[in-house]
């Protein structure tokens, strides 16, 4: 005996887009507000996210600095309001790379004028990891596009980002290369958007040289968050790793790849 039902052509084709519709509709459900997959930073213990971040500064700019420290739930919060104009942070993520890492730290200041025109990206490009509801790439072309319509802007004017901290971990060469890794290079940035290593005569190996990833993306001399880039001298840089041990001790039991061969370890 057949216990089948046999529905009308016209019924079957009804039943069939009601099923479709009804998959679609779960699928729909199930995925909104889910978070993207490893786009949460862990969390660095604040006292050395502080004094890491500080870092980035010559001593005599560090008290007076407003430091910016990373709710990896919501982006940066004011930790301390300063009174000398600069700022630093942390950075956890370059757009240009397009890609979300755990153990990228970039420690870095900037003068008044930075911190008018370039930190806003960064605090933009945080807080849009921090909701979980992007992805790299997406916020790589969120940048931009708004670079390109003007909403990012270069700095107004000449000015400096201190990058004087003993240790980094990032990206040392441009975006077509995801390598990760652990450097000590103190440095000095002023602000050169649009230009290209052409505009300075720069030897890349011997003294100063054009830092601007956004060429690469935008096209030559068409990005406008680019540095005139002077590593500190061997003896200054000696001195500031030294200066720096127990910092340095701090952050290698925190994470072992903070590790540099002149920590005498």
């Not at 950075?91 to 420690?107: C, I, K, Q, V």
Request: aromatic fraction near 12%; proline fraction near 7%.
């Amino acid at each position: 005996m057949n216990n089948s039902i046999s529905l009308p052509k016209k019924s079957q084709k009804f039943f069939f887009f009601l099923v479709v519709l009804l998959m679609v509709s779960l699928l729909s459900i199930k995925g909104f507000g889910q978070k993207t997959v490893d786009s949460k930073l862990e969390k660095i213990p604040v006292s050395l996210e502080r004094d890491y971040a500080l870092s980035a500064l010559p001593p005599h700019l560090r008290e007076g600095a407003t430091v910016y420290l990373l709710d990896p739930a919501k982006g940066y919060y004011m930790d301390k309001k300063g009174t000398n104009g600069f700022i630093c942070f942390i950075s956890r993520m370059e757009w240009e790379w397009g890609e979300f890492r755990n153990d990228y730290t970039m420690p870095i200041s900037f003068d008044a004028a930075g911190g008018k025109a370039i930190f806003p990206v960064y605090q933009d490009v945080a807080a849009m990891r921090a909701s979980g509801k992007f992805t790299a790439k997406q916020i790589k072309d969120i940048v931009i596009g708004r670079i390109r319509k003007g909403i990012y802007k270069a700095p107004l004017r000449p000015g400096i980002s201190y990058m004087l901290e003993p240790v980094m971990r990032g990206y040392p060469g441009d975006p077509t290369s995801n390598k990760i890794m652990t450097m000590s290079m103190p440095h000095y940035m002023f602000y050169a958007p649009y230009m290209n290593n052409t505009d300075i005569g720069a030897d890349p190996d011997h003294g100063p040289f054009i830092g601007n990833p956004d060429n690469t993306i935008l096209g030559d001399k068409k990005g406008p968050y680019g540095y005139i880039i002077m590593p500190a001298g061997e003896v200054e840089a000696a001195q500031i790793v030294k200066a720096s041990s127990d910092l340095l001790k701090r952050l290698v039991a925190y994470k072992s790849y903070y590790k540099i061969k002149t920590m005498g370890m």
